[in-house]
Nanobody, 121 residues
Framework: QVQLVESGGGLVQAGGSLRLSCAASGSIFSITFMGWYRQARGNERELVAGITSGSSTNYADPVKGRFTISRDNAKNTVYLQMNSLKPEDTAVYYC???????????????WGQGTQVTVSS
């Protein structure tokens, strides 16, 4: 069984920083995509940042220059460094990975449990 476990969320003041982590455990052969999404109360879930197996990255416009996505392939872990946080960053943040469990498997999609990030003014 593959599981994604997130950590690092919490309550911070505007201008502060947080570092989110998402580690995949279980039988994993390869990971083709890692990404972070967020969903604020009453809003749709949106892509925040993504990174491919080829190290190509993309960011949503509101977080460009403030957030950085990175990965550790040996640990099957993706990180999101969030600096200069603003109250509008408040949301539940979800990790997503596309991966295969062995060379014979097609790629499947997995989600983390979500972690709350709250930024006070």
């Amino acid at each position: 069984q593959v599981q994604l476990v997130e950590s690092g969320g919490g309550l911070v003041q505007a201008g502060g920083s947080l570092r989110l982590s998402c580690a995949a455990s279980g039988s994993i052969f390869s990971i083709t995509f890692m990404g972070w999404y967020r969903q604020a109360r009453g809003n749709e879930r949106e892509l925040v940042a993504g990174i491919t197996s080829g190290s190509s990255t993309n960011y949503a416009d509101p977080v460009k220059g403030r957030f950085t996505i990175s990965r550790d392939n040996a640990k099957n872990t993706v990180y999101l460094q969030m600096n200069s946080l603003k109250p509008e960053d408040t949301a539940v943040y979800y990790c997503k990975m596309r991966l295969s469990r062995d060379p014979r498997d097609w790629v499947s999609q997995y989600w983390g449990q979500g972690t709350q990030v709250t930024v006070s003014s």
